[in-house]
């Protein structure tokens, strides 16, 4: 999933679920900085101090992407949770959509609610939670079943971009396209392009075991928000069963399959802000108000209020530590990504018979 489900849909989740506007951005800006979270290593500061920060992702094109250890410490635990399902490696390590292992990570974040960075857990579990729908039946390991061919959908530039680039590979077969456009991105569904992250698209293919997928985004994306609005109900109320909540109930539920079924643009951005619009003159009942705008990097980031950084390429300056550190949203953001790493790849997956770290 992109911005405009990460941001913009857990965000107004989160408010139909109860919470206040500060509460909601803090989940729904957790929930986006996942994918933008791509900095990792030891922040020095001026008085000596260190702080160990974890990369939640790599950028599309990282050297890393092609390196499976280190797909299995990104990859699996933030983007492609593992289902468990099956009696190979390969078999559980695929991505299924609301499994035993996502409800298991879930829960712990909302067992988690009362710490300072509660709220930062919650938005990361969600992340990982809704990629289970839009990432379902890939894998964040190398896999035959992150090989795409025949790849067929009904979004004519998606369409135009295949033809393009098969009048390219004309003496070379579906399977060695697949492959390259999967060693070219190394993400789990590299192959299938940007067909699971939009929430309107059909799409079909036929993966590396010769199975044939067909895909409806529309009705998954719904049962991902639904869900993650019950989730938020969930972490609310201190009911870690929370697929007992009330969910969004049918007019959101209505309202939202409105919006995200005609919101066809390609770049993401522009659908957040087509959402946000829509959210802001009330199309969603209950609600008439805007999204907060969104910072990843820079400038007004979470980065440059808690250290004063503000160039995303400056490795060289070193903030003075600082109370306003510690009680940071950066701060309590990457403490929760290292703990949501640990309890996802040293906990939850081991019980569930998988160890991929």
């Given amino acids: 999933m992109n911005i405009d489900f990460h941001y913009g849909v857990i ?16 989940v729904a800006h957790s929930c986006q ?49 593992p289902g468990g399902q099956g009696n190979t490696l390969e078999e559980k390590s695929i991505c299924r959509p609301d499994s035993d292992i996502a409800r298991a990570m879930v829960k712990r974040a909302i067992e988690g609610r009362s710490a300072n960075n509660g709220l930062h857990r919650l938005g990361i579990a969600l992340h990982v939670y809704v990629d289970t729908w839009a990432h379902q ?48 991105s190394g993400l789990g569904h590299g192959a299938a392009l940007h067909f699971p992250d939009m929430p309107w698209a059909k799409w079909k293919y036929t993966n590396g075991h010769g199975l044939n997928i067909e895909r409806d985004n529309l009705p998954d994306f719904l049962q ?25 109930g049918t007019e959101a539920k209505q309202a939202l399959k409105s919006i995200l079924s005609g919101n066809q643009d390609h770049d993401e951005h522009k659908r957040l802000e087509v959402l946000s619009a829509a ?43 600082s109370d306003k550190f510690e009680n940071s949203d950066y701060r309590k953001f990457h403490d929760a990504i290292k703990e949501h790493r640990f309890v996802v790849t040293q906990e939850i997956l081991p019980m569930h018979n998988v160890r991929l770290a």
């Fill in 11 to 26: 965000y107004i989740t989160s408010r139909l679920a109860g919470m206040s506007p500060e509460q909601a951005e803090v």
């Fill in 33 to 81: 900085y996942v994918d933008d979270s791509t900095k990792p290593g030891i922040l020095e500061f001026a008085g000596g101090e260190t702080y160990d920060r974890f990369a939640s992702a790599h950028k599309m094109f990282d050297y890393k992407n092609a390196v499976n250890a280190e797909n299995r410490v990104v990859w699996a635990p933030f983007h492609f949770l």
């Fill in 137 to 184: 039946g890939f894998s964040g390991t190398i896999s035959k079943h992150n090989i795409v061919k025949s790849l067929e959908g009904d979004d004519h530039d998606h369409a135009t971009w295949l033809a393009k680039l098969k009048g390219f590979l004309t003496d070379i077969e579906d399977r060695i396209e697949s492959d390259f456009l999967d060693a070219v």
């Fill in 224 to 248: 991902a928000a639904d869900m993650a609005c019950k989730v938020v109900q969930g972490f609310l109320h201190g009911n870690s069963n929370y697929v007992t909540e009330a969910g969004l």
């Fill in 279 to 321: 959210f802001s003159k009330g199309a969603i009942p209950r609600f008439k108000e805007d999204i907060p705008k969104y910072i990843a990097k820079g400038d007004g980031s979470w980065k440059h209020a808690a250290t004063g950084i503000t160039d995303v390429n400056d490795g060289e300056t070193k903030p003075a530590w």
